[in-house]
């Protein structure tokens, strides 16, 4: 079993900055592979929308509405993605949620190795911006 586990977020000022983290996981003996990673969002009472992704060469996709103050970024050695967000907007108050599509090895005995694809969520962290 993989699972995604973030940190970081909490309560920041209007115009500061922060930065979530997530990372990948598995149960002993499960081997997995990461292609694209991302960040998604859902404020109060609207649905869930994306705010950014970056495949495994680093190349990076952001909603319009995050350009120019987060970054997204993954450090593939570590199965994690990254995202710093700075001169935050209350507007940016949500829960975010990490993304991973993985592929899950679940038979070695062919060649290629037979690969389940997955595609996990993380548990959700708040983000919350005063003004």
């Known amino acids: 079993q993989v699972r995604l586990v973030e940190s970081g977020g909490g309560l920041v000022q209007a115009g500061g900055s922060t930065t979530l983290s997530c990372a990948a996981s598995?149960?002993?003996?499960?081997?997995?592979?990461?292609?694209?990673m991302g960040w998604y969002r859902r404020a109060s009472g609207k649905q869930r929308e994306l705010v950014a992704t970056v495949t495994r060469d680093g190349i990076a996709n952001y909603a319009d509405f995050v350009k120019g103050r987060f970054a997204i970024s993954r450090d593939n050695s570590e199965r994690a993605v990254y995202l710093q967000m700075s001169n935050l907007k209350p507007e940016d108050a949500a829960a975010y949620y990490c993304?991973?599509?993985?592929?899950?090895?679940?038979?070695?005995?062919?060649?290629?190795?037979?690969?389940?694809?997955?595609?996990?969520w993380g548990q959700g962290i708040l983000v919350t911006v005063s003004s």
């Open positions: 598995a149960a002993s003996g499960t081997s997995f592979s990461i292609n694209n």
């Open positions: 993304n991973a599509a993985t592929a899950v090895i679940i038979d070695t005995s062919t060649i290629p190795p037979r690969t389940r694809n997955i595609e996990l």
